[in-house]
Protein backbone atom coordinates (compact mmCIF):
# COMPACT_ATOMS: atom_id res chain seq x y z
CA UNK A 1 0.00 0.00 0.00
CA UNK A 2 2.72 2.38 0.99
CA UNK A 3 4.45 1.82 -2.59
CA UNK A 4 1.22 2.90 -4.17
CA UNK A 5 0.50 5.44 -2.03
CA UNK A 6 3.70 7.48 -2.09
CA UNK A 7 3.48 6.99 -5.84
CA UNK A 8 0.13 8.50 -6.47
CA UNK A 9 1.39 11.40 -4.17
CA UNK A 10 4.25 12.05 -6.62
CA UNK A 11 1.34 11.81 -9.61
CA UNK A 12 -0.68 14.77 -8.21
CA UNK A 13 2.31 16.45 -7.42
CA UNK A 14 4.64 16.68 -10.48
CA UNK A 15 0.94 16.85 -12.05
CA UNK A 16 0.34 20.26 -10.60
CA UNK A 17 3.46 21.70 -10.57
CA UNK A 18 3.91 20.91 -14.19
CA UNK A 19 0.69 22.84 -15.25
CA UNK A 20 1.58 25.63 -12.47
CA UNK A 21 4.96 26.14 -14.38
CA UNK A 22 3.13 27.52 -17.22
CA UNK A 23 0.53 29.69 -15.23
CA UNK A 24 2.50 32.79 -15.53
CA UNK A 25 1.08 34.64 -12.26
CA UNK A 26 2.90 32.10 -10.20
CA UNK A 27 6.53 32.37 -11.98
CA UNK A 28 8.92 35.28 -10.91
CA UNK A 29 11.26 36.44 -13.77
CA UNK A 30 14.36 35.22 -12.98
CA UNK A 31 17.57 37.31 -12.42
CA UNK A 32 19.92 35.84 -15.01
CA UNK A 33 18.79 33.82 -17.72
CA UNK A 34 21.34 31.14 -16.72
CA UNK A 35 22.19 29.97 -19.85
CA UNK A 36 19.48 28.70 -21.44
CA UNK A 37 18.96 27.91 -24.72
CA UNK A 38 15.13 27.65 -24.26
CA UNK A 39 13.66 30.13 -22.21
CA UNK A 40 9.89 29.97 -22.33
CA UNK A 41 8.07 30.21 -19.78
CA UNK A 42 11.70 30.66 -17.53
CA UNK A 43 11.33 31.78 -14.38
CA UNK A 44 11.09 31.25 -10.75
CA UNK A 45 8.34 29.02 -10.06
CA UNK A 46 6.74 30.42 -6.67
CA UNK A 47 9.98 32.58 -6.61
CA UNK A 48 11.57 29.49 -5.31
CA UNK A 49 12.57 27.22 -8.09
CA UNK A 50 14.29 28.00 -11.64
CA UNK A 51 12.10 26.21 -14.52
CA UNK A 52 11.31 26.44 -18.21
CA UNK A 53 8.63 24.88 -20.74
CA UNK A 54 11.04 21.73 -20.88
CA UNK A 55 11.32 21.52 -17.21
CA UNK A 56 7.57 21.86 -17.08
CA UNK A 57 6.98 19.13 -19.48
CA UNK A 58 9.46 16.58 -17.54
CA UNK A 59 7.24 17.24 -14.21
CA UNK A 60 4.29 16.19 -15.88
CA UNK A 61 5.55 13.43 -17.49
CA UNK A 62 7.05 11.90 -14.21
CA UNK A 63 3.47 13.19 -13.06
CA UNK A 64 1.85 11.04 -16.20
CA UNK A 65 4.53 8.14 -15.93
CA UNK A 66 3.63 7.99 -11.66
CA UNK A 67 -0.32 7.69 -12.23
CA UNK A 68 0.37 4.58 -15.14
CA UNK A 69 2.28 3.33 -12.11
CA UNK A 70 -0.33 3.78 -9.48
CA UNK A 71 -2.84 2.63 -11.80
CA UNK A 72 -0.37 -0.60 -12.46
CA UNK A 73 -0.30 -2.16 -8.84
CA UNK A 74 2.18 -2.32 -6.39
CA UNK A 75 5.57 -3.63 -8.71
CA UNK A 76 5.05 -0.92 -10.85
CA UNK A 77 4.22 1.75 -8.41
CA UNK A 78 7.44 0.42 -6.89
CA UNK A 79 9.44 0.22 -9.72
CA UNK A 80 8.54 3.78 -10.21
CA UNK A 81 10.01 5.35 -6.38
CA UNK A 82 13.15 3.34 -7.43
CA UNK A 83 13.47 4.67 -10.95
CA UNK A 84 12.85 8.25 -9.51
CA UNK A 85 15.08 7.90 -6.70
CA UNK A 86 17.63 6.88 -9.35
CA UNK A 87 17.09 10.34 -11.70
CA UNK A 88 16.06 12.50 -9.61
CA UNK A 89 19.69 11.97 -7.53
CA UNK A 90 21.18 12.02 -10.80
CA UNK A 91 19.33 15.59 -11.44
CA UNK A 92 20.32 16.50 -8.03
CA UNK A 93 24.12 16.01 -9.42
CA UNK A 94 24.05 17.74 -12.27
CA UNK A 95 22.44 20.65 -10.49
CA UNK A 96 25.93 20.77 -8.72
CA UNK A 97 27.83 20.96 -12.10
CA UNK A 98 28.34 24.17 -14.22
CA UNK A 99 27.39 23.33 -17.43
CA UNK A 100 25.03 20.52 -16.55
CA UNK A 101 23.24 22.59 -14.40
CA UNK A 102 21.04 23.17 -17.33
CA UNK A 103 21.00 20.03 -19.02
CA UNK A 104 23.36 21.51 -21.98
CA UNK A 105 21.06 24.82 -21.85
CA UNK A 106 17.82 22.35 -22.13
CA UNK A 107 16.62 22.40 -18.41
CA UNK A 108 17.34 24.57 -15.54
CA UNK A 109 18.77 22.09 -12.29
CA UNK A 110 20.36 24.76 -10.37
CA UNK A 111 19.60 26.76 -7.27
CA UNK A 112 16.74 25.45 -5.02
CA UNK A 113 16.13 22.51 -7.34
CA UNK A 114 18.88 20.73 -6.41
CA UNK A 115 17.69 20.55 -2.73
CA UNK A 116 14.31 19.19 -4.37
CA UNK A 117 15.53 17.11 -6.12
CA UNK A 118 17.85 15.33 -3.41
CA UNK A 119 14.41 15.52 -1.09
CA UNK A 120 12.38 13.84 -4.00
CA UNK A 121 15.51 11.69 -4.50
CA UNK A 122 15.78 10.47 -0.74
CA UNK A 123 11.98 9.92 0.06
CA UNK A 124 11.50 7.48 -3.70
CA UNK A 125 14.93 5.53 -2.75
CA UNK A 126 13.67 4.93 0.82
CA UNK A 127 9.84 4.31 0.04
CA UNK A 128 10.94 1.66 -2.96
CA UNK A 129 13.99 0.42 -1.38
CA UNK A 130 13.07 -0.01 2.31
CA UNK A 131 9.57 -0.21 3.14
CA UNK A 132 8.53 -4.06 2.80
CA UNK A 133 4.95 -4.93 2.72
CA UNK A 134 5.35 -8.50 3.50
CA UNK A 135 3.28 -8.13 6.72
CA UNK A 136 0.60 -6.51 4.56
CA UNK A 137 0.44 -9.54 2.72
CA UNK A 138 0.34 -11.75 4.51
CA UNK A 139 -2.63 -9.83 6.47
CA UNK A 140 -4.31 -9.79 2.96
CA UNK A 141 -3.90 -13.62 2.49
CA UNK A 142 -5.33 -14.16 6.08
CA UNK A 143 -8.42 -12.16 5.33
CA UNK A 144 -9.11 -13.79 1.83
CA UNK A 145 -8.56 -17.29 1.96
Known amino acids: MW????????AVVFTAVGLAGFIPALLSPPADPA??????????????FPVNVLHNLVHLLFGLW?????????????????????IYAAFMVMGLIPGLDTMFGLVPLHGNDIWLHALLAIVAGYVGYFVHERDADRVHTRTHA
Open 3 to 10: WRNVTLVY
Open 35 to 48: GLAVDSFHGHLLGL
Open 66 to 86: AFFAYFSGRLASRGYLKSVAW
